[in-house]
């Protein structure tokens, strides 16, 4: 696939900006979707040791309850 793209790069060297930025934008969603999956505190990769991660929450800790109102608005968060 690289000797494709260096090929059309040899023959069409106008196509480097367009091979770059398509590929900086593929790199920048795979980094975007690692830190969602990493960092995110809705996904649970360990199974074993905290089965259900959102029985742990403190008193104190803030989280958001997203509920069904009646106003025009639809989905409105509640901060509890």
Same mark, same amino acid.
């Given at each position: 696939?690289?000797?494709?793209?260096?090929?059309? +790069?040899?023959?069409?060297?106008? *196509?480097?900006? %367009?091979? =770059? #930025?398509?590929?900086?934008?593929? +790199?920048?969603?795979?980094?975007? *979707?690692?830190? %969602?999956? =990493? #960092?995110?505190?809705?996904?649970?990769?360990?199974?074993?040791?905290?089965?259900?991660?959102?029985?742990?929450?403190?008193?104190?800790?803030?989280?958001?309850?997203?509920?069904?109102?009646?106003?025009?608005?639809?989905?409105?968060?509640?901060?509890?």
């Amino acid at each position: 696939m690289f000797r494709v793209i260096a090929a059309q +790069l040899k023959k069409h060297p106008s *196509l480097a900006p %367009l091979f =770059l #930025f398509c590929g900086g934008g593929g +790199l920048a969603a795979g980094l975007y *979707l690692m830190r %969602l999956a =990493l #960092f995110n505190p809705d996904v649970s990769w360990d199974r074993k040791n905290n089965p259900e991660p959102w029985n742990k929450l403190e008193p104190t800790d803030q989280y958001k309850v997203r509920c069904k109102t009646a106003s025009s608005l639809g989905w409105v968060p509640i901060v509890l």
